[in-house]
């Protein structure tokens, strides 16, 4: 029998430890126990929620494995029955107890598993889809979908309907096929010089001038800092709220930030924070944004070859993500800053599906 992978702060970044870790876990084949979890919606506190419970249940699925969890635990095992089995599953961050947990934390956890399952598996997602602690479905479509494509993995996805907090409810259908062959690695060691920028704007049961405005402000912010952008505005029914964001290209990877509407903002100030943020990061002459690194991070680990790139932002994220994959395999993520402080340097020694060890 395999070694037991034991995590210890599982609940670090949003339960990042715990996302990742089960992921590996169907990846290996390792049985995993985990610890200090917490419930992160809508604040974190100590004991397992119903949304990282539903990540572990929908683990223990996929590999026909054991799981030993309940919600309020700090703690929890996960025995995998076999490789991932390809198939249809259907997965609610409500099934539980209401919520407006992001099912982004699904697609994530299952992404890599199911395309290494040897067959096509489609997933229907259930949940907050435009929601703080992941990504939105404008970002997965616009920005992680993209650059996973970009290293090899074959997927798709389509939002059938938006989900906001604190109701939730939103849904989505992703089909995973298997990857064909080795994933590529990633050098972004370089400033990110975007080639295209575009700007999405989420309009759902609120009056369009309100997304108009909106949208119009990030264009005109866009061009006072020299970017010409590409808007899109999206009408849904689902829910009630505004998202919007803005993301660019530069040939080989995608980079977004996003921002969601609330209650009283103007407008403008939907604009104005994302562009900020676009236009702070592309001043750090980084390669990629660490939140966003922190999402590739596992796909890079599984690819082929070595990646290298710098990031700018806060590194807690990464540098969680980064503790999870070398507890599974030792020494593949490894985070320098030898030039300029403000920025890290990550390389990452790519095991190809865990052969190359």
């Known amino acids: 029998m395999l070694d037991t992978v034991e995590i210890k702060d599982g609940g670090a970044a949003r339960n990042a430890g715990l996302r990742i870790g089960l992921a590996l876990s169907l990846i290996t084949g390792r049985p995993l126990r985990v610890g ?4 992160d919606a809508p604040r974190p506190r100590p004991g397992l929620g119903t949304s990282g419970l539903t990540l572990a249940v929908a683990a223990s699925a996929v590999s026909r494995g054991r799981l ?39 697609l994530e956890m299952l992404l890599l598993p199911l395309s290494m399952a040897g067959g096509t598996s489609g997933l229907i997602l259930r949940g907050g889809s435009h929601v703080m602690g992941g990504p939105t479905s404008d970002e997965i479509s616009k920005v992680l979908l993209p650059n996973w494509r970009a290293l090899g993995l074959n997927a798709n996805y389509s939002e059938i309907a938006p989900g906001f907090f604190p109701s939730g409810g939103g849904e989505a259908e992703v089909t995973v096929v298997e990857a064909g062959g080795a994933l590529g690695h990633l050098r972004a060691e370089a400033p990110f010089q975007p080639r295209e920028v575009g700007v999405e ?42 998202a919007l964001l803005v993301w660019a290209g530069d040939g080989q990877m995608r980079i977004g930030f996003s921002t969601l509407g609330k209650r009283g903002s103007r407008p403008e100030a939907l604009a104005l924070e994302a562009v900020e943020a676009m236009t702070h990061f592309l001043k750090s002459q980084a390669g990629l944004p660490s939140a966003l690194a922190s999402r590739m991070l596992l796909t890079l ?32 993520v490894r985070l320098s800053s030898p030039r300029d402080e403000a920025l890290l340097e990550v390389k990452v020694i790519g095991r190809d599906w865990g052969r190359v060890l």
């Open 36 to 39: 200090s979890l917490v419930d």
């Open 68 to 106: 030993q969890a309940e919600a309020g635990s700090t703690e929890l095992t996960l025995t995998p029955g076999g490789p991932p089995q390809p198939g249809d599953y259907h997965l609610d961050m409500a099934h539980l107890e209401p919520s407006a947990a992001p099912f982004s934390s699904l």
């Open 201 to 242: 704007v989420l309009c759902s049961n609120l009056p369009v001038h309100l997304a108009e405005q909106a949208m119009q402000g990030a264009l005109d912010r866009l061009a006072l800092h020299g970017l010409e952008g590409k808007g899109n505005l999206r009408r849904a029914k689902g829910g009630k709220g505004q």
């Open 301 to 332: 680990a599984c690819a082929k070859g070595i990646s290298r790139f710098t990031v700018s932002g806060p590194p807690k994220p990464l540098q969680a993500a980064m503790k999870i994959i070398n507890a599974f395999w030792p020494g593949t």
